[in-house]
């Protein structure tokens, strides 16, 4: 459905409870440090907890190159959900102010006109514009489609005509998983979510450690 998600990963800490999410690059350079190892499932319900070389292995005899990293000779499948080894590396479960993840929170909609666009047809919006002292924080910023950003310009909303969908606000941890685990691409976390399956039409799988 989405390309959003396919090159994130899903962080658990060793209690198998989910921690963060991170880009592609930093779930490989946690699994070759050994700092985690990748978890996926097996067929009979349960999950196969690999470390580096194993999951190089699986990447060769499973390979899927819309999931892919690709160098010269080697295809390494993006692990979907990481399992970290060690508890020094528990990090704080606060979603990050980013671009991207203030498109998630809204949805991909346009706090003005609240319609849905793509990721290249949005930007960011200072509701409080800057040279006012609007601050760049999640209070702050809302998804706008190039139109409405254009339209309201340096103004406060009601002195553009424009009302917001929603107040924005920081998300909290666990709606946020949720908001991302609505995702197709998702599938493989839903378990660690607390999410039913049932829900999304997948089979539900207990996580349980094989190995
Ligand atoms: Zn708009």
Known sequence: MSSR?????????????PVNIVGVRRAFSLLFQGHAKAIFPVPDGSYSVLNVEEWMEFSQKNPDPSHSLRSVNLALLAPPVLLLTSYDRVPRREVRFCRRNVYLRDAYRCQYCGRKFSESELTLDHV???????????ENIVTACARCNARKANRLPHQAGMVLRRAPTRPRWQSFMSILAMDADASPWHPFLGISDEQHGTKNTKPSLIK
Do not use: I, S, Y
Not at 128 to 138: A, F, L, M, S
């Open 128 to 138: 409080v514009p800057r040279d006012r002292n609007g601050k760049t924080n999640w």
């Open 5 to 17: 998600l396919q090159h994130r990963a899903l962080v658990l800490n060793q209690a198998w409870q």
